[in-house]
């Protein structure tokens, strides 16, 4: 079974940047779809982003603008680079794979922590 290994979280101030990596165990390039997701403490796991093998990327509405997927087939990674980050984007980062029979895999996620 594929595995999915997540970086890039940390503590940063409001208005910083960080930038997410997924690196999988096998070729993403047959994936249905990749996608970031994330929970808060006492709140329920929410769709951040996501990104279809067509490259076709969709985000919620909290992040649009200023949270950008991509990613690098090649090195098998999935990118989240969020920019303009507030306190409420704090939360447990989790990465999501779907294969092209609709089995869905995640990573074990990383913190990321925005001060006010």
């Known amino acids: 079974q594929v595995q999915l290994v997540e970086s890039g979280g940390g503590l940063v101030q409001a208005g910083g940047s960080l930038r997410l990596s997924c690196v999988a165990s096998r070729s993403i390039i047959s994936t249905r779809s990749m996608g970031w997701y994330r929970q808060a403490p006492g709140k329920q796991r929410e769709s951040v982003a996501t990104i279809t093998g067509g490259d076709v990327t969709n985000y919620a509405d909290s992040v649009r603008g200023r949270f950008t997927i991509s990613r690098d087939s090649a090195k098998n990674t999935v990118y989240l680079q969020m920019d303009s980050l507030k306190p409420e984007d704090t939360a447990v980062y989790y990465c999501?794979?779907?294969?092209?029979?609709?089995?869905?895999?995640w990573g074990q996620g990383t913190q990321v922590t925005v001060s006010s």
């Open positions: 999501n794979r779907v294969d092209q029979w609709g089995s869905s895999v």
